[in-house]
């Protein structure tokens, strides 16, 4: 039931999903002052959110902080990555895996286990029944990547039930405090990501220090044209990035985090 009620909300909520039902009111009412005022709140949100400027300003707010491998003050006993884009799972009659959006979780994973930063790498997230069955799960694969760069299969744990970032937590903790109690963990996940993660650890028991990857917000000087041009790729970023606050209110809500 809450995953299709969110699913409901995930749409009702979405920038473009407002921008579009603005547009449809303004379309259909017949008094003047209503549908000017429509269009101008529909326009305006496009501009905002398609904005290159202003979200990357969004996304360096939310964001997590960047961690340097080498400042770790610990090795951890468990790294633990969340999948969601990890591996593209879509292109079913490919011979080989390719990368997902969000891939930079588990090459980060790697270069901490490889710099000794961490000594087993957890990886939590299930695919659907049919490329469970398969063994070509986004987990799976992920495994199957870090084996091929030199990862021992002794050091990765798969975890393939969790269906959302509130189930990462649970299935995870429970193999935790089986295999490793008292252990020292470390979480790794997309940088915008992490409050909601780290919330969902914490709410279940899990105490983590973080280590953020897959960044989306850049220190960098803004152009004429990042402040004035709208930019297709910004209204993408933003649109993951509203989703990602949305998630956070309703896993709030829900007393998930």
């Given at each position: 039931?809450?995953?299709?009620?969110?699913?409901?909300?995930?749409?009702?909520?979405?920038?473009?999903?407002?921008?579009?039902?603005?547009?449809?009111?303004?379309?259909?009412?017949?008094?003047?002052?209503?549908?000017?005022?429509?269009?101008?709140?529909?326009?305006?949100?496009?501009?905002?959110?398609?904005?290159?400027?202003?979200?990357?300003?969004?996304?360096?707010?939310?964001?997590?902080?960047?961690?340097?491998?080498?400042?770790?003050?610990?090795?951890?006993?468990?790294?633990?990555?969340?999948?969601?884009?990890?591996?593209?799972?879509?292109?079913?009659?490919?011979?080989?895996?390719?990368?997902?959006?969000?891939?930079?979780?588990?090459s980060e994973a790697?270069?901490?286990?490889?710099?000794?930063?961490?000594?087993?790498?957890?990886?939590?997230?299930?695919?659907?029944?049919?490329?469970?069955?398969?063994?070509?799960?986004?987990?799976?694969?992920?495994?199957?990547?870090?084996?091929?760069w030199g990862v021992?299969?002794?050091?990765?744990?798969?975890?393939?039930?969790?269906?959302?970032?509130?189930?990462?937590?649970?299935?995870?903790?429970?193999?935790?405090?089986?295999?490793?109690?008292?252990?020292?963990?470390?979480?790794?996940?997309?940088?915008?990501?992490?409050?909601?993660?780290?919330?969902?650890?914490?709410?279940?028991?899990?105490?983590?220090?973080?280590?953020?990857?897959?960044?989306?917000?850049?220190?960098?000087?803004?152009?004429?044209?990042?402040?004035?041009?709208?930019?297709?790729?910004?209204?993408?970023?933003?649109?993951?990035?509203?989703?990602?606050?949305?998630?956070?209110?309703?896993?709030?809500?829900?007393?998930?985090?």
């Amino acid at each position: 039931m809450f995953y299709f009620l969110s699913k409901a909300v995930d749409f009702l909520v979405m920038p473009y999903s407002i921008f579009f039902i603005l547009s449809l009111g303004a379309f259909f009412v017949k008094k003047y002052r209503t549908k000017k005022n429509l269009l101008i709140v529909s326009f305006t949100l496009l501009f905002i959110t398609s904005n290159n400027y202003l979200v990357n300003k969004a996304f360096l707010w939310w964001e997590h902080q960047s961690v340097n491998i080498s400042a770790l003050p610990t090795t951890y006993d468990v790294g633990i990555v969340l999948s969601g884009g990890l591996i593209n799972t879509d292109m079913f009659n490919s011979d080989h895996s390719i990368l997902g959006i969000h891939a930079d979780r588990f090459s980060e994973a790697y270069l901490l286990y490889k710099a000794g930063k961490i000594k087993k790498i957890l990886i939590t997230g299930t695919s659907n029944f049919s490329l469970l069955r398969g063994r070509k799960g986004e987990v799976w694969q992920a495994s199957q990547f870090l084996i091929k760069w030199g990862v021992r299969p002794e050091d990765i744990i798969l975890e393939q039930k969790a269906r959302n970032t509130h189930e990462n937590a649970v299935f995870t903790s429970k193999i935790l405090n089986s295999k490793f109690p008292k252990g020292k963990y470390l979480l790794i996940t997309s940088a915008f990501h992490m409050r909601r993660a780290h919330a969902c650890f914490t709410k279940s028991g899990v105490k983590t220090d973080l280590f953020p990857a897959d960044f989306y917000g850049g220190d960098y000087p803004a152009l004429f044209e990042d402040i004035v041009i709208p930019d297709p790729d910004a209204a993408s970023g933003f649109e993951l990035l509203w989703r990602e606050w949305v998630g956070f209110i309703i896993y709030k809500i829900m007393g998930y985090c």
